[in-house]
């Protein structure tokens, strides 16, 4: 696990967004991406978005795969993952829809939403590159503390934290008792991973992450044994870092 620390939010998300040009560029193949949707994130979906216009990158030879959602939501709901991303990021780099695998959270038959996304992500043969954030709690998509590192894609019940801080996604009171997510070991098993994380609320998950121990009880600490993984964060985030 590789850490990088940036001056600022803008700083580490151009990082992020070049280190995704990098990626596609470099890739003979068509490609699984696997983008987190919170707010961490939103600055690098600018900087590619800018890239894009610019004639920088396209995403042509690029397939997505949905990390999380929260179970109810559709892919209309304001504030909702997939809502998120088409309005943040879809909509403006020219992605067909057949090429965006999403959880449909809002389904009667969560299990079968389940066994769809791993079936599309056992066909592309796994997720090549993953962009994350982390959560306060050391999650990683919904996979809440005590998720097993071997897990597939499942349905789960969120702590208290998470439906707490989740409230910032909407503009009015949400129960959002449950997620919706793909699985650590689906994670672990990306070809690369970048990490995200700014701000001072982040600061002891990431310390957790990286100096912790590899454990379940923080869902980050699998990604200590990834070949190839680099975290980018900013100066406040990694406050609380061993000096090496
Ligand atoms: P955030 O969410 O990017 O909105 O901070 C990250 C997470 O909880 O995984």
Same mark, same amino acid.
């Given at each position: 696990?590789?850490?990088?620390?940036?001056?600022?939010?803008?700083?580490?998300?151009?990082?992020?967004?070049?280190?995704?040009?990098?990626?596609?560029?470099?890739?003979?193949?068509?490609?699984?991406?696997?983008?987190?949707?919170?707010?961490?994130?939103?600055?690098?979906?600018?900087?590619?978005?800018?890239?894009?216009?610019?004639?920088?990158?396209?995403?042509?030879?690029?397939? %997505?795969? @949905?990390?999380?959602?929260? +179970?109810? $939501?559709?892919?209309?709901?304001?504030?909702? *993952?997939?809502?998120?991303? =088409? #309005?943040?990021?879809?909509?403006?780099?020219?992605?067909?829809?057949?090429?965006?695998?999403?959880?449909?959270?809002?389904?009667?038959?969560?299990?079968?939403?389940?066994?769809?996304?791993?079936?599309?992500?056992?066909?592309?043969?796994?997720?090549?590159?993953?962009?994350?954030?982390?959560?306060?709690?050391?999650?990683?998509?919904?996979?809440?503390?005590?998720?097993? %590192?071997? @897990?597939?894609?499942?349905? +789960?019940? $969120?702590?208290?934290?998470?439906?707490?801080? *989740?409230?910032?996604?909407? =503009? #009015?009171?949400?129960?959002?008792?449950?997620?919706?997510?793909?699985?650590?070991?689906?994670?672990?098993?990306?070809?690369?991973?970048?990490?995200?994380?700014?701000?001072?609320?982040?600061?002891?998950?990431?310390?957790?992450?990286?100096?912790?121990?590899?454990?379940?009880?923080?869902?980050?600490?699998?990604?200590?044994?990834?070949?190839?993984?680099?975290?980018?964060?900013?100066?406040?985030?990694?406050?609380?870092?061993?000096?090496?």
């Amino acid at each position: 696990m590789s850490p990088f620390v940036l001056n600022s939010y803008e700083e580490m998300s151009e990082e992020a967004a070049q280190r995704v040009i990098t990626f596609i560029q470099q890739a003979q193949d068509p490609v699984t991406l696997c983008f987190a949707s919170g707010d961490t994130p939103l600055g690098m979906f600018d900087a590619l978005i800018k890239a894009y216009k610019q004639g920088r990158v396209h995403f042509e030879k690029c397939s %997505f795969i @949905g990390l999380d959602d929260w +179970v109810g $939501l559709t892919h209309d709901d304001p504030g909702g *993952g997939r809502f998120t991303m =088409d #309005h943040a990021f879809f909509n403006f780099v020219g992605v067909p829809k057949q090429r965006i695998h999403f959880f449909n959270a809002a389904a009667s038959d969560l299990a079968l939403e389940v066994e769809k996304i791993n079936r599309v992500i056992d066909k592309q043969s796994g997720i090549d590159l993953a962009v994350l954030g982390i959560g306060r709690n050391g999650h990683l998509g919904f996979n809440e503390p005590g998720s097993p %590192f071997d @897990g597939k894609a499942h349905v +789960v019940d $969120l702590e208290t934290g998470t439906q707490t801080v *989740g409230q910032k996604y909407f =503009d #009015h009171e949400m129960t959002l008792n449950r997620g919706i997510t793909i699985g650590l070991k689906q994670i672990a098993e990306a070809g690369q991973v970048l990490v995200l994380a700014n701000g001072k609320s982040k600061a002891q998950a990431v310390k957790a992450m990286i100096d912790g121990p590899y454990s379940e009880r923080c869902p980050a600490s699998i990604l200590q044994r990834h070949p190839n993984c680099q975290v980018l964060m900013d100066q406040e985030a990694a406050q609380l870092l061993e000096e090496k």
